[in-house]
């Protein structure tokens, strides 16, 4: 299926290792079939675990 109404780029935090982390330009994820959605997040929290995470202990 074509995302007809989506860009081909978009911005995203990708996680290379415990706290290496780089906010990239990456491919639009492509819907492949009817059960799939794209999400577009406006906001976001954190919270005690992410920190956690974030340094590998999670």
Known sequence: ???KNYPDKMK???AYAPGD?????VDTPV???AKEI???VEACGICA???KAYGGCA
């Open 1 to 3: 299926m074509a995302n």
């Open 12 to 14: 995203a935090i990708v």
């Open 21 to 25: 982390y780089k906010y990239e330009t």
């Open 31 to 33: 819907i492949e079939n």
């Open 38 to 40: 794209v999400v577009k």
């Open 49 to 51: 675990g992410d920190i």
